[in-house]
Nanobody, 115 residues
Framework: QVQLVESGGGLVQAGGSLRLSCAASGRPFNNYNWAWFRQDPGKERGVVAQIDSSGNTHYVDSVKGRFTISRDNAKNTVYLQMNSLRPEDTAVYYC?????????WGQGTQVTVAS
């Protein structure tokens, strides 16, 4: 059974940093592209960063130079290092494969950036 457990969120002042982790189980990990998504209240969930099976990364323009996605295939874990956080980064953050393999989502982790 697929399980995604996101952690590492919290309340931080603008300019601060957080490191999110996503532990995946129940499906093969190494061959998939993995992504971090975020969802603001009232908005659709969207990708902010992606890492493919070769380690190539892609970011949306709003987080380039501030966020870094990485993966540890031995631990079936994806990370998102977030630096220079801004109030507009406030959202619930989720990880998943991209493209999605199912409709399953973890519980996400709340990131709140205070101005």
């Amino acid at each position: 059974q697929v399980q995604l457990v996101e952690s590492g969120g919290g309340l931080v002042q603008a300019g601060g940093s957080l490191r999110l982790s996503c532990a995946a189980s129940g499906r093969p990990f190494n061959n998939y592209n993995w992504a971090w998504f975020r969802q603001d209240p009232g908005k659709e969930r969207g990708v902010v960063a992606q890492i493919d099976s070769s380690g190539n990364t892609h970011y949306v323009d709003s987080v380039k130079g501030r966020f870094t996605i990485s993966r540890d295939n031995a631990k079936n874990t994806v990370y998102l290092q977030m630096n220079s956080l801004r109030p507009e980064d406030t959202a619930v953050y989720y990880c998943n494969t991209n493209p999605l393999q199912s409709n399953y989502w973890g519980q996400g982790t709340q990131v709140t950036v205070a101005s």
